[in-house]
């Protein structure tokens, strides 16, 4: 049984920074692309970010450069480290799996493409 439990969200003052994880169990972290994704109030889910098995990592426009992803294979855990936030990164971040052994160079962008999610960890950005 696959599970992806995110942890380190909280409130921060804008400009401020957070770390978030995601503890795998049922699968091995660094044999599926993996993603953070992130829903505001009333709006649709949106990618944040991704790295694929290979290592390389991509970024949507809103966070270049703000935010990174990577990963800890012994620990098999994924994290994004979120720095200069701002009150528009307010939003439940959810980590997600692609199939396990899947194109070693993909990084999926879409909900679709991943097949296992968390529960998701609440990230509040005061301005």
């Known amino acids: 049984q696959v599970q992806l439990v995110e942890s380190g969200g909280g409130l921060v003052q804008a400009g401020g920074s957070l770390r978030l994880s995601c503890a795998a169990s049922g699968l091995t972290v660094s044999r599926s692309a993996m993603g953070w994704f992130r829903q505001a109030p009333g709006k649709e889910r949106e990618f944040v970010a991704c790295v694929s098995r290979a290592g390389g990592s991509y970024y949507a426009d809103s966070v270049k450069g703000r935010f990174t992803i990577d990963r800890d294979n012994a620990k098999n855990t994924v994290y994004l480290q979120m720095s200069s936030l701002k009150a528009e990164d307010t939003a439940v971040y959810s980590c997600?799996?692609?199939?396990?052994?899947?194109?070693?160079?993909?990084?999926?962008?879409?909900?679709?493409?991943?097949?296992?999610w968390g529960q998701g960890t609440q990230v509040t950005v005061s301005s």
């Open positions: 997600a799996a692609g199939s396990q052994y899947g194109n070693y160079y993909g990084t999926p962008k879409l909900s679709r493409e991943y097949d296992y």
